[in-house]
């Protein structure tokens, strides 16, 4: 996934607030500080969020602007592009027919689209699953959707009949590639079964039914209605306003799907609720837990995930542990705007962040953030630097830090590079540091993710338990 990082301007705080008197408390300072801050730091024009308990929206909010040239304020009403958090969308309306008895999850595609091919010798594609589209491990493509903007009614199925041209990455099943093409086939399959087009049957059968009534998958609809404006960054730090560059052959992936925090709260409340939405039967209990439970192993990781456990996939979700919770999430990206879904289903807590502009880690940073305020604990939340001043630097041994260090992120290896500098690797993310003291240091530089982590100060300190790890003055790791 491609993400864009640094950039200097600070946007103004929007001041749309919702939020139900008679839901548990939350330090709503605390929350928007805390969103906002790492909204700054990254420079992204707006975010919108939502949170959920139970089945209610205990609280939604918008930050900054929606569209920089107008200064329209980014509201928990704003829509915007939401991308592949729409594959649970299509999983669950796959759920919904295979409870209809008009799909089966372990048929093979070739079955309901008999004209299906690869271009694979031995008829390698005929054994695809749906099963295995869903799991994202039919070998298909894991490439991104073609920047085809067609809106004609026959673009989906042209798509899928273009993979006759190319041939499957490995045996399906044999492992697992992540395919946007495996869910444009689905959404094809639903559309042939149902009898009515895909966004049809999302309106009729998800949409309409979980009061997401501004919610939709036409470009022009969505833009009526206010779609906020997608960015991108420029290498100056400026931002550069971006035009809609998917069509209607990756509805199902997520190419079109606009949506706002406040509707997305619904959805969220129904995946917290055995698939009942205010007395509502949107699909069974059991079908909505196949798509929450892992299925496949799934090796994703990135730096500010928190993750202690290897990630595995249901269908339309991550899976995964992190906090000692079982949570299941997923991200999206359509280049200028994007979101992400996060659930802890059996504590019935659910968070969805919205944004528009593209930032390594900072949807993850954020899901896992506001899921900590929902649990009354932002213990584990990493603090942001204190200061972007540069430090005069000095020489200092360096071998006396290294090591492997545990948190409760995980582990984090301190090593000395191939240029005699100390770095810390913490997942995907490999911070150099510069010593400002004897056991002082700050993060100089950190890739795709300077963002976040240039200037943050780290110090070692003895400890009884060993060399801990300090980041802004908070004890953060213990060396092993």
């Known amino acids: ?93 796959v759920m919904q027919l295979v409870e209809a008895g008009k799909l089966e999850l372990d048929q093979t595609v070739k079955y309901y689209l008999p004209w299906f091919t690869t271009a694979d010798k031995n008829h390698l594609s005929d054994k695809i699953t749906l099963r295995q589209c869903l799991t994202h491990t039919s070998g298909l493509s894991d490439e991104s959707i073609p920047h085809d903007t067609a809106m004609d009614d026959l673009a989906l199925e042209r798509f899928v009949r273009s993979f006759k041209n190319s041939k499957l990455e490995f045996a399906p099943g044999r492992k697992t590639k992540y395919s946007n093409f495996g869910y444009a086939v689905l959404g094809l399959i639903v559309q042939k079964v149902s009898d009515v087009s895909f966004e049809t049957y999302l309106n009729q059968n998800l949409f309409k039914p979980l009061e997401m009534q501004r919610t939709t998958l036409d470009p022009k609809i969505a833009s009526e209605l206010g779609l906020a404006q997608g960015y991108r960054g420029t290498p100056g730090g400026s931002f550069k306003a971006t035009p809609r560059q998917l069509g209607r052959l990756g509805v199902p992936a997520g190419s079109l799907t606009a949506s706002s925090a406040r509707e997305v709260g619904n959805y969220l409340i129904m995946e917290l609720n055995g698939g009942q939405f205010h007395g509502r039967k949107i699909v069974g209990a059991a079908s909505l837990l196949e798509t929450q439970k892992a299925q496949v192993d799934y090796h994703f990781a990135i730096a500010t995930y928190n993750l202690t456990h290897e990630i595995k996939y249901g269908f339309g979700w991550r899976v995964f542990e992190s906090r000692g919770l079982n949570l299941v999430a997923h991200n999206g990206t359509v280049g200028r705007m994007g979101s992400v879904f996060l659930l802890a289903p059996k504590e019935k807590l659910g968070v969805a962040i919205l944004w528009n502009l593209e930032v390594e880690g900072l949807d993850l940073e954020l899901m896992l953030g506001l899921l900590d305020f929902l649990r009354n604990d932002a213990s584990a939340i990493l603090p942001i630097p204190s200061s972007t001043r540069a430090e005069p630097t000095i020489k200092t041994r360096l071998e006396p830090f290294t090591g492997t260090y545990t948190s409760s992120e995980g582990m984090i290896e301190v090593r000395i590079n191939a240029k005699n500098q100390l770095e810390l690797q913490k997942f995907d993310a490999i911070l150099k540091l510069e010593a400002t003291g004897k056991t002082n240091f700050v993060v100089r530089d950190a890739g795709d993710f300077n963002w976040r982590f240039r200037h943050l100060k780290l110090e070692f300190k003895p400890t009884s338990k060993g060399m801990g790890l300090e980041l802004e003055g908070k004890a953060y790791a213990i060396r092993k």
């Open 1 to 93: 996934m491609k993400r864009l990082v640094l950039f200097a301007a600070l946007i103004s705080l929007a001041s749309s607030i919702s939020a139900n008197a008679s839901t548990p408390s939350l330090p709503l300072e605390r929350i928007d500080r805390f969103i906002d801050e790492r909204r700054v730091l990254a420079g992204v024009p707006g975010i919108s969020v939502v949170m959920v308990q139970n089945d209610q929206i205990v609280y939604s909010h918008g930050y900054g602007l929606a569209n920089l040239a107008t200064k329209t304020p980014m509201t928990d009403a704003t829509l915007l592009e939401i991308g592949s958090t729409t594959k649970s969308m299509t999983a669950l309306a």
